[in-house]
């Protein structure tokens, strides 16, 4: 509780954090209760297609007179649940094989080391682009591919952690009481290595999102769903007529995206007061 | 010391070979993965094949072999630095490659500089503002333009710039047909380049903005930096020569590693501004599944990657005589 | 010895704060001293004693925010350094005012040659040319000691020693051939063999030179040494000076007492050490009376509610402690 | 405006314009840069690599045919055969070749280029080679200039073979023993740098970027072309591909190149034109093939239901922007000999598609999902996935939920033509001018064939449909023929083995200052020697 208090007090003292926490709260919300506030199915074709906003939809509709207000709100489940899905994913294993690279070093380090270059070898858009491409473009398959071309970061990070704690006497302790491995990984290292760990993959969030909607801009999306890199896609054939119809979309990722970098920004002081500055 | 250099630059190559064999077998059986083939794909465009025409048709490229055989074909080819032909464009894969290759790197390389000297100037402009307003305008208007889609800004900016104000073209590399040459030909280039790289550029001159202040003010935390004070040197200099040299090794690290990853970023503007280059050629080959020509562009990323990972490693050597390759 | 009149550098009343995140903290606290001229003035303390703050402050290179001098006058040779203006202070530092620091390391800029770092300073103040400052830069590392001067110049602060880099330190600060110089923890970082010849490097250097020299020190052996008077620092504030002969034979205030004994403890091996019980006390967390209070053997109860002041029991003997002042009812 | 009244405006201007027609009202001039538009861009100069739109775009403007045609029905005319006889049996065919005709290499046209160019290229390499020339038993070259070509049995559109993208002429001397021995014809440097004899010749190809071709000052027609030079610029971005012809940075953007909405827009702008004439050769059609080798799609009810449950003008005109018009059978409606008028309306009608569910026992789940239908569609673009929402939603609403899967090309051929996996897919098929050559092979039994694309993947069968398809082929135009397209397209349009959806209209968008474009019904596949620049 105590801790909490502490880390609300560091967060806190970041305005720009407590803004972006407050919009991505708003974000989140309008995700959750939008689509039930605001019961219009995103596919529908409602009206006339290409009407601006603040006429008969508050947002307008889209090329194919859908409404594009239950397109934003819809689009922010998307967006949210494949960034956050992804760098969850990406945050599990990377840390796993940082963990492991890490914590035991030696020939695994090495062997785990080299398959992470590999991973970042290749530019991590074309990457998730050829994965998408190659296992047809669903929720699962954006997420994954995703998840995918971050995780080595996370992964080096973890690592680098790792081996900084590895040594310490607390570690050598609990390696003299006989713990084992898997306990002194989960249980010992990782309270201590996960600061910086939960800072990066926050910032992965905003990532993935950006990634998800250039994904769907090359019609890499899941065509059930709309996302609002979707919505920019479909928009970017009326560009020029109705401009506003990729504007909202693009300022919602925008927005969202800045929230989280924001908040991460605020996590970073929280969490690392020494690394303040970075 | 040379010869120490010479000696790390040839171990450096040996090392990456392996890396890039490797990648370019794990990119052969991804995408192997994928339905469909290239013969499948040119009879779809032929409007109405037949089995016997698709079955010559994977006959002529070897596609009728089994998975591995074509690996091993595929393997020994790119040992000889044969990367095949293009079944689809008819053509040898690395003329295809290099036909593009230089829109990319140009627009990669201006963007990239754009991108680190506007980084520059401004994260150091900002760290020596910390915490006054001039610090904070950079820092948010970098968070902002760091959160906007890439894609998106190439449209707004092509709405803009080329439509409302028609200052600029609105895609392509060089007016066609004009014949211009020489100068005149570079400075129609130069205007096609402004939108793209400046879309490309924006987002990364965002994350060496803040790269650059949190370098420097690490950098201004350094003690050298009061000697230089005590010396007597001005605030201006301090902060060109003494600060911002020490400053600029995580800004090189990160252009290293995303000289590689702009050939991502390259797909979506190049797809935008209708640039004739390499990330464009990527995303066709792929849904085209002309495999030859896609595993001859990774092969080709990736081994650009690999060496400017290594001009990294050079040019660190240059900013900081501290590090001895061994 | 008695000090050399005028003094070269004149120090009153000086205060310097901190702005932080918890409070206003006060790191020097209505600090006088002067130094004259072929005079070394040591300041001794523990760490926080607020003696690298003062250092800092009188060639004003206190980050500001969050640090800033409130009050007091610094005064080089009469010129008030506290109303200069950017240029004109510049002009001050390097050229009138050197400054050598603890960790040559950390404070050389490790990606330019000596040659560069060196030169840079006598370029600036003296307008010399490039081949000029090398000429100059050889001849002021041979004046330091550093053996084969024309190759040292031209590498880089890693290749030396740490005796070398100190020494290239002092060389460069050494440059313009300053009215002070500035030693802040000068011999810290090196070994025991290295800090002797360092320190005599500096006062035979200073007496070639006619400088002025501020030693600021934990070290009680370098000041025994070197300094001609001492200023013992505790919490901000100066709790006694005397000349180092005096303060060595016959230390008034109990902290002093303590650093001496302290000190001597430390030179003979094998027996356990003895140090001053407790710590400095959190500068957001002052004791209302005696700052020292909280630690000292000779506490009085007076010491717990009033603050003694700086009192002059001796002439030129300023001691802050009622017990040593006598007055302590 | 209907397509063909545009057209016959169109070619009536053309006839005034022509140079032939002598003093028009506007006389052509002589000049400038055609840029045009399309995406993707072409692999190859020759429709024997692929007959792909931007294939077909680029290779007629150097490729000649030896014949050419005019109207919208394609009546043969004079090319590079300045003459012709046709047997009374239908099965001998002697072309004359016109005197004097030379490559783009100067070497001269002779008859063993044509015999080469339908009996080694056509057949073997053209996707409809065999369609148009499996009947052909000897090709004779008795002097230098005459091609007699011998059939079997008759082919009713024999004469609309010699299209410059059907049968392009092509140079023997620019291909090896080995490559034609070894088959390997499409590797031939010549598909890269094309040698031909029509109006324009290559002139640089920078890939990715733009292919130019110039003017051929050796073309055969005396004074033609009128055009310096032909450009396409490759565009890869529909945004992008209008703007460029919107700032007039493109002359034409042909065969909707450019995103509906777009051309919707730019339809309206005092210095374009948009018009869907010219394309009546083509006859584009798209449907919903389906997959009737299991159930429910096997049930006629469904698929009555499916059709039932679609807004075909709705789908026109906001998906397509107006581009197009509904369809009620496999041909087009546009086709002067061969579509039956008499067919009716395709009816939309959700009430009536529940009941049909209902009634062949299709209950509806809890969720009101009486079965699921995936649904693929083909990735050409946008508004194939637009499509393929609006579907998937009108389905929704009787009941069928038809997730959408979205596959690329590769992907899409094979889980269509090759694995036979798919549910419902759009496709898109042309007609080209006769349906022997373009509707047939998706109807026909024996066109059920794993592997092979644009054919039958619906696994359909109706013996007396292939019957009738069969008589068809054989039969030349006429009432009989006629009479038996007509049998047929009733048969297929009550069978509903794809869901008809709607005639393309392929527009075309052009400069003002753009003249005489439209010459017949595959405007944009001829070869653009008198179109002139204002």
Redo the contacts between chains.
Sequence with gaps: MNGLALFWRRYR?NR?AVAGAATLALVVVAALVGPLLYPV?P???VGR??QPPFGRFPLGTD???RDVLAGILNGARISLVIGILASLAATLLGVLVGAIAGYYGGRIDDMLM?VT??F????????????V?????TVMTVTCAIAIVSWPSVARLARGEFIAQRDREYVKGCRAIGMPDWEIILLQIMPNALPPVIVVSSLMV?TAI?TE??LS????G???LVSW?YM???A??????A?WM??IP?AM??????AI??VGEGLNDALNPKLR?? | MRQASLLFLVRRLVQVVP?VL??AA??FF??R??PGDVADILAGQMGHATLEFTQQLRREFGLDQPVYMQFFYYIGKLLTLDLGRSHLQQAPVIDLILDRLPATVILMLTSILIAIAVGIVLGVAAARREGRLADTLVS?TA??V???????LG??L??LFS?QLDLLPSGGMYQIGAGRTGLAHALDVAKHLVLPSVTLGLFYVAIYTRLMR?SM??VY?LEFITTARAKGLSETTIAWTHALRNALLPVVTLAG?QF??????S??VE?VFAWPGLGRL??DA??QRDLNL?LGI?FV??VV??FANLAVDLIYGLLDPRIVHK | MTAPMPPVLAVEGLSVEFRT?RGVVRAVDDLSFTIGEGETVAIVGESGSGKSTAAMAMLRLIADPPGRIVAGSIRLDGQELLTLDDASLRRVRGRQIAMIFQDPMMALNPIYTIERQIGEVLRLHLGVGRAEAFAQTVELLRLVGVPAPEDRARQYPHNLSGGMRQRVMIAMALACRPRLLIADEPTTALDVTVQAQVLELIQELKTRLGMAVLLITHDLGVVAETAHRVIVMYTGGKVEEATAGQLFADPRHPYTQGLLQAAKWEESDGVELREIPGTVPSPFAMPTGCSFAPRCAAVVPRCQTDRPALTEILPGRPVRCFVAQGAAR | MKASTIFTMAAAALIAAAPLAGAGAQAPKKGGTLTYTYQPEPTAISTLATTAVPVALISTKIYDGLLEYAGPGLDPKPGLAESWTVSPDNLSYSFKLRQGVKWHDGKPLTSADVKFSIETLALNYHSRGKTYFGNVTAIETPDDRSVVVKLKAPVPYFLKAFQPSETPIMPKHAFSEQEIAEKKVRQAKVMQEPVGTGPFKMKEWKKGSHIILERNADYWKPGLPYLDQVVLRVLP???AR??AV?KGEVDLAPMTAL????IQ?LGKLPSLVSSQAGSEGLGPIMWLETNLREKPLADLAVRQAISLAIDRD?LVD??WYGMGKPARGPIVSGNPNHFNAALPKLEYNPAKANKLLDDAGYKRGPDGVRFKLPQNFL?YG?EW??Q???I??ELGKIGIQA??????MG?WLKKVFTDWTYQITSDFHHNYVDPTIGVQRAFLSTNIQKGATFNNSMGYVNPKLDELLQKAAATPDGPERKKLWDDAQKIMQDDLPVIYLIEIGYTHIWNKRVKGLITNGISMYSNWDSVWLE
């Design positions: 003292r720009g199915d596919f529908d074709m297609p290409s090329v194919a007179g080299r270059e590999f970042l070898t290749i530019p991590s858009f074309v990457l998730a682009v050829v994965v491409a190659i296992f047809q473009p905003a950006l909607s250039g801009f090359l019609g890499l899941d065509p059930n890199g920019i896609g479909v970017r054939t009326v560009l020029r007529t401009w990729a504007a693009g990722i925008l927005v969202t995206v800045l970098n924001l500055r970075r | 890396v490797a990648i794990v990119n991804l995408l993965m994928a948010v968070l902002v760091y959160a906007t889609p890439a894609f998106w449209l707004m092509i709405v439509i949190a003010l690490e935390g590693v590689g990853h702009l050939l991502g970023g797909i979506l797809t990527v995303f792929l849904l896609l990774l990323s990736s990657v690999v | 995140a | 971005d529909g945004a209008a703007i919107e995103p509906p909405a777009e827009r709705k906001v998906i990735p946008e996935v637009r393929a929402e609006y998937k939603q997730d959408i899967e979205s596959l690329d992907g």
